[in-house]
């Protein structure tokens, strides 16, 4: 999201002569690496949903091996 809003803010600390960029530069230096680290925050975050997500269907399919006859359903038999 704060990559997408470089170019207007470039542009606005532009300096009225039209070829002078340091601020710009300066900027977009430090606007791409925040970028960065908030995307890098959105993954872990998400890995660490998906990971809980994942135990706690893990520890319900245990439980429910568990209260099975026999130990669950791999080991029931037909008659």
């Known amino acids: 999201m704060p990559s997408t809003f470089t ?7 532009r300096t ?3 070829t002078n960029f340091l601020r ?6 430090f606007i791409f690496p925040l970028a960065c680290a908030s995307m890098e925050d959105i993954r ?3 890995d660490w ?4 997500v994942n135990h706690e269907a ?6 429910f091996c568990a209260s099975r006859p026999h ?3 791999e080991s029931e038999q037909s008659y």
Request: glycine share 12%.
């Open 16 to 18: 009225n002569n039209g």
């Open 44 to 46: 872990v975050a998400k």
């Open 58 to 63: 893990k520890v319900k399919e245990q439980k």
């Open 49 to 52: 949903h998906d990971d809980a």
């Open 24 to 29: 710009a530069q300066i900027s977009t230096g």
């Open 71 to 73: 130990g669950g359903p």
């Open 7 to 13: 170019e207007p803010i470039a542009l606005w600390l």
